[in-house]
């Protein structure tokens, strides 16, 4: 695929409006469970299970959803912790971080109902520790992860963040 097809995919699908998000973190045994997208043909990313809301289902309901179709597991949704603004036109998130705790399965990567099987951009489901984390190039991690020392330091996110919606090239 060409990374302008890619792009393109992307923003025919999730740009040019207001989407909002809901994201699982979930910690076992002191890693986190990442999954890799891919943006270009030269661009991954780096971020937790999750994905738009549905209209109609409360949050909660929409990740258990997520998780299942990008995972397979069955979580149950905990405190939530933070919103993440992303305004980077064409794309636009409010971003709702949630902690989840597993409740049933084994981690598969899975797919994105949204995009066809020939579109799929999940990549890579993995466990990582803090120093996985540390290793992936920021502009390849989303950004609440950047500054993160401890797994402790995720339960401690409260508010509201944007980050100056700051873009690394």
């Known amino acids: ?34 999954i890799n997208h891919e943006m270009s043909e030269d661009r991954e990313f780096w971020s937790v299970p999750g994905g738009g809301m549905i209209y109609g289902q409360n949050a909660k309901k929409n990740l258990e959803r997520e998780f299942l179709e990008e995972t397979g597991l ?20 409010m971003e709702h971080f949630f ?19 020939n579109e799929q951009i999940l990549m890579d489901l993995r466990w990582m520790s803090i120093s ?10 989303h950004q609440m992860f950047w500054a993160i020392n401890y797994m402790d330091d995720i339960g401690k996110w409260t508010g509201y963040f944007n980050f100056e919606n700051i873009s690394i090239k």
């Open 74 to 93: 069955e979580i149950e949704v905990g405190k939530y912790l933070c919103v993440h603004e992303f305004l980077q036109p064409p794309l636009h998130a």
């Open 132 to 141: 996985d984390l540390k290793e992936i190039p920021k502009m390849n991690l």
């Open 1 to 34: 695929m060409a990374e302008d097809n890619i792009g393109k995919k992307i923003e025919s699908k999730f740009g040019h409006r207001l989407r909002s998000r809901v994201n699982g973190v979930l910690i076992h045994e002191d890693k986190i469970l990442m």
């Open 99 to 117: 902690e989840v705790k597993l409740i049933n399965g084994n981690p598969e990567l899975g797919v994105d109902p949204e995009l066809s099987s």
